[in-house]
Structure formats: structure tokens, C-alpha cells
């Protein structure tokens, strides 16, 4: 068996918050005066919070309106917000599949990590129940660099002592394929050809992960 690893993404490939992310941006975009529509807030996926204010402000041309303390104040109130909303969050927000992923990984001993670019992922996988399948979060406070770098990736598989061909990556993100690309991983994307051509795989949803993996494992 040449896999020992599966690092997963987690928003947009365990659950999706994605829409969560957008109704408090779009919040926080009416009252400094930026309009943020679904579009725009594609752009915002896999990047962290202080990444995406700074996109934000940059699209309302108020990049230089706000000292870095008053930028961290900005993304507070959002992630306020956000971790209000998360409080919907239950096991029946897990796509589809993924349980079923997590079980056959454990079943065959194959590790699991999380490389998400999410300070909330803790909270997030507690919420879903899904936490004890992972033997590793990373925390990405603890790595220099956010995605499209492959910093999240590389300290993924070093904590789970593993070497990065040994590693699969999974991510819906075209920043997070790029990381994943960049540690020299094996990469799947969820989510279209279109703008994730760039991984090693496609699949069009986590439905498919199951096969996926199993016959990449077997
Ligand atoms: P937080 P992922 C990312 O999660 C989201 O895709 C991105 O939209 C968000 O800004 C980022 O986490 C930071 O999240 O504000 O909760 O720390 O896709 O890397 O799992
Ligand atoms: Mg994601």
C-alpha cells in the first residue's frame, strides 16, 4: 500500500460554511460600505479571515482606510457573527460520503488529517461529531504561510510523521490545490474541472470520495 495519509479540507469538503462566511461578510461589508455578492465571495474560499478582509476592502478601494488595529477589530465583528451562525451547525451538515470516507480510512488504518485554513475548525468538527476520526488539526495560526503556500500541508504530514508521497490532499479550493500541488501531494479536488483543473483529480462532489479513495488505497 503506497498511501498511509488523507488530509482533508475542511470547508467545502467536510461541511460547507461557505454561505455562513458570505452573510457575515456581506454584514460587514453594508456597514463599511462594500457590496460583496456570492461571486466575489468565491474568491474568499480557503483564503483566512484576515487574507479576505484585506480582498474586501481592496475591491471597495479602502484598502488604506483602516490602521491594522482597526483592520483585526473588522474581522472580530465577522468572526463573531460567523461563529454565531455556526451554532445551526449539526452531524446532518457533513456532505455526503464523508462519514462513510472517515469510516473505511479508519477501518484500513489509514491516517487523517486536517489542513483547514479555518481558527474555527475545532468548534466547526465538534459540532458535526466528527472530531475524534481526526488524528491531527493543524492549527493555522502555528504556520507561516496560508494557502495557495503548501505550509498547512507540509506541517500536516510532519505532525502525522508521515512523508508527503505518502500523503493524499483533499480540497475545493484553487488555492488549496496549489498548496497541495506545491507539497508534492497527491491532489483531489471537489468541486468543477473548470476552475480546479490544476488537481490531480476531479470529482464533482464528495459523493465520489468513497471510490475514489478506496481504489487509490487498495
Ligand atoms: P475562519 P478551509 C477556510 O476554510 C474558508 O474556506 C475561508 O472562507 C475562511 O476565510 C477561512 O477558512 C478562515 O476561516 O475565519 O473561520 O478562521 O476551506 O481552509 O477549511
Ligand atoms: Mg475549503
Not at 97 to 117: C, H, P, R
Not at 178 to 194: K, R
Request: aromatic share 6%; net charge negative; with cysteine.
Amino acid at each position: 500500500m503506497r498511501y498511509k495519509g488523507v488530509i482533508f479540507d475542511l470547508d467545502g469538503v467536510i461541511t460547507d460554511t461557505a454561505q455562513y462566511h458570505y452573510v457575515a461578510w456581506k454584514d460587514l461589508g453594508i456597514k463599511i460600505g462594500i457590496d460583496i455578492d456570492e461571486e466575489f465571495n468565491e474568491s474568499l474560499k480557503g483564503i483566512s479571515r484576515l487574507e479576505s478582509l484585506e480582498k474586501i476592502l481592496i475591491r471597495g478601494n479602502k484598502e488604506n482606510d483602516y490602521n491594522n488595529l482597526q483592520k483585526e477589530d473588522l474581522a472580530k465583528s465577522k468572526n463573531e457573527y460567523y461563529v454565531s451562525l455556526l451554532d445551526r451547525l449539526t452531524p446532518n451538515d457533513v456532505l455526503e460520503n464523508i462519514v462513510e470516507t472517515l469510516n473505511y480510512l479508519k477501518e484500513s488504518n489509514i491516517k487523517i488529517g486536517l489542513a483547514s485554513a479555518s481558527k474555527n475548525a475545532p468548534t466547526i468538527l465538534n459540532k458535526l461529531q466528527l472530531i475524534d476520526y481526526f488524528d491531527v488539526i493543524v492549527d493555522p495560526s502555528q504556520v507561516e504561510r496560508g494557502k495557495p503556500s503548501p505550509d498547512i500541508f507540509l506541517e500536516c504530514a510532519k505532525m502525522l510523521d508521515l512523508n508527503v508521497k505518502e500523503c493524499i490532499g483533499i480540497e475545493d479550493s484553487e488555492a488549496g490545490v496549489v498548496a497541495i500541488n506545491e507539497s508534492n501531494m497527491l491532489s483531489i479536488g471537489i468541486g468543477s474541472e473548470s476552475n480546479l483543473n490544476h488537481a490531480n483529480m476531479v470529482l464533482s462532489s464528495t459523493k465520489e470520495l468513497i471510490q475514489t479513495i478506496k481504489t487509490l488505497i487498495s
